[in-house]
């Protein structure tokens, strides 16, 4: 395996800017994921001032302010160890590039939530983190400097 | 499909275990810390927070952790939101205003005083309030530089036409301040009278920022000659600018006065710490620290003795109140016209 991923700068070299791109926005979720627990989980910010934000954004869609309000709200503990739970699934798959190709959707799913809780100024932010996971899924960044190429080596598909 | 699903429940399954193992450490901790909810200016470094915290933890075993807010009527809303799960034990920075506005959303706990806490004259029913604390005050008034030639000493003054554009108010629907001008006019004007007084002032003011700190810095850049601002703000240049050239205008009329309070919600988590931390702002060092960093009156005698806020003039001030909030509504509706008819 670890022959395979160094292998795969060889054969699949072309995609290293990318594994660049990568690795760095799996570091940009392993930290989110650290604050996020301090301050979540741990409990010392309590519940996310992104939510009261969110419930006096006037474009958020009415069913979405319904979730937030009635299911998400009440259990927010349950919600955030979930949410944080699938920024590590992120965070780890894109630092070893395992699973980068499904992994990048559920990113993708992350940030369209986001998109619809933050302020309208960090829209543009998270359109661009969009683009980056689509682009990661699209080339499936996992196969350089990644444990994708092994698999892909010897199944092939399209889940590498 | 397999390689994905087994892969996330490995990180689920890993985080699990983490959480199990540390929960308990965590509890101990957090049973030891109080989470004080205060503004950005309060807690950074410039500010009081850093060392009102550090002496705090020499006298108590508890550790005060800061949590910053950006804006009271978010701040109510989320510990209204998280309700029992709340972690805030201390609320500061509630003004008069909050008191009626925005307080009554979530239940405050009644806060045992220390006896022996003497609170200064001007305070009024504001001392005595048993769920909120006050921690400091001052009167508010137009700030000039020495050199501005127009005599100013009522509000009427201020219309003179060599004003005009010149004055930096802020906007009563965000900002404290502006909201503590829009009554002073109402306080100190019949009904009639304030609305034509407004619509005229609305000519003389250079804008209405959306915060006091906005229009401070039109002031401090002298794009504009007044400001509605704290009668501490020349205090302020003459002790971290060394620069005399500025003054509080004294007016006919009664000045409004800014009241800050503590409060404990009931949701408090370690609220017998949370009565201590605010007693402990009380006390003389703790009212220092508050005086010298967040350029406001200490709310108990003597404390300003020998420093450079004994200098400064007791100015006449009108008496402390908590207004309706249908009262507030009226104005700030009466204001918002006026300046819709002004085209802005």
């Known amino acids: ?160 | 499909m397999r390689h994905f699903i087994v892969f996330v429940v490995l990180v689920f399954g890993a985080l699990t275990a983490f959480y199990y193992n540390h929960g308990d450490q965590v509890k101990n901790i957090e049973d030891k810390k109080i989470h004080v909810y205060a503004s950005s200016s309060f807690i950074a470094k410039w500010g009081p927070g850093p060392e009102l915290k550090e002496l705090f933890e020499k006298q108590n075993i508890f550790k005060v952790e800061f949590v910053e807010i950006s804006d009271m009527a978010m701040a109510i809303q989320k510990i209204s939101f998280e309700n029992d799960a709340s972690v805030a034990d201390v609320v500061l920075g509630i003004d008069q205003f909050d008191v009626t506005r925005v307080a009554n959303k979530i239940k405050w706990r009644d806060i045992e005083r220390n006896s022996g806490v003497k609170f200064v004259e001007n305070l009024g029913p504001a001392a005595v309030e048993k769920t909120f604390v006050p921690y400091d005050w001052a009167p508010m008034s137009f700030v000039a530089r020495k050199s501005l030639k127009t005599s100013v000493s009522s509000l009427k003054d201020l219309l003179a036409p060599e004003l005009k554009n010149k004055i930096a108010l802020q906007d009563p629907r965000t900002s404290s301040p502006g909201l503590q001008f829009l009554a002073w006019v109402f306080e100190s004007k019949s009904g009639e009278d304030a609305i034509k007084y407004l619509k005229q002032m609305s000519k003389q003011a250079h804008s209405f920022s959306p915060s006091w700190s906005a229009s401070y810095g039109l002031f401090k850049n002298n794009q504009s000659d007044l400001v509605f601002s704290y009668v501490t703000s020349p205090v302020y240049h003459l002790v971290e600018d060394k620069d005399d050239q500025f003054l509080s205008i004294e007016t006919t009329e009664p000045l409004p006065v800014q009241v800050e309070f503590a409060g404990i919600p009931q949701t408090c988590k370690n609220c017998e710490a949370a009565e201590m931390f605010i007693n402990f702002m009380l006390s003389p060092e703790a009212q220092k620290i508050i005086m010298q960093k967040n350029y406001m009156l200490p709310v108990i005698a003597h404390v300003k003795e020998a420093t450079a806020f004994d200098a400064l003039k007791v100015y006449k001030t009108l008496p402390i109140k908590f207004y309706e909030q249908s009262k507030l509504d009226k104005w700030i509706n009466t204001w918002v016209e006026i300046r819709k008819n002004e085209g802005i």
């Open chain 1, 1 to 160: 395996m670890l022959q395979a991923y160094f292998e795969s700068i060889k054969y699949v070299g072309h995609l290293l800017p990318m594994s660049f791109l990568r690795i760095f926005l799996g570091y940009f979720y392993i930290d989110l994921v650290l604050k996020d627990w301090k301050q979540y989980i741990i409990g010392v910010g309590g519940y996310s001032d992104v939510f009261v934000e969110a419930l006096n954004k006037a474009q958020i869609p009415s069913w979405y302010r319904l979730l937030l309000s009635e299911q998400i709200i009440p259990n927010w503990h349950i919600y955030a160890f979930v949410i944080i739970g699938l920024q590590l699934v992120v965070g780890v798959s894109y630092v070893i590039g395992y699973v980068v190709r499904p992994v990048s959707m559920l990113a993708v799913f992350l940030c369209l939530n986001y998109l619809t809780v933050y302020s309208v100024d960090r829209e543009i932010f998270f359109k661009l983190l969009i683009a980056c996971h689509i682009m990661l899924a699209w080339v499936g960044a996992g196969r350089c400097l990644g444990l994708d190429y092994y698999f892909f080596k010897r199944r092939r598909g399209l889940w590498w």
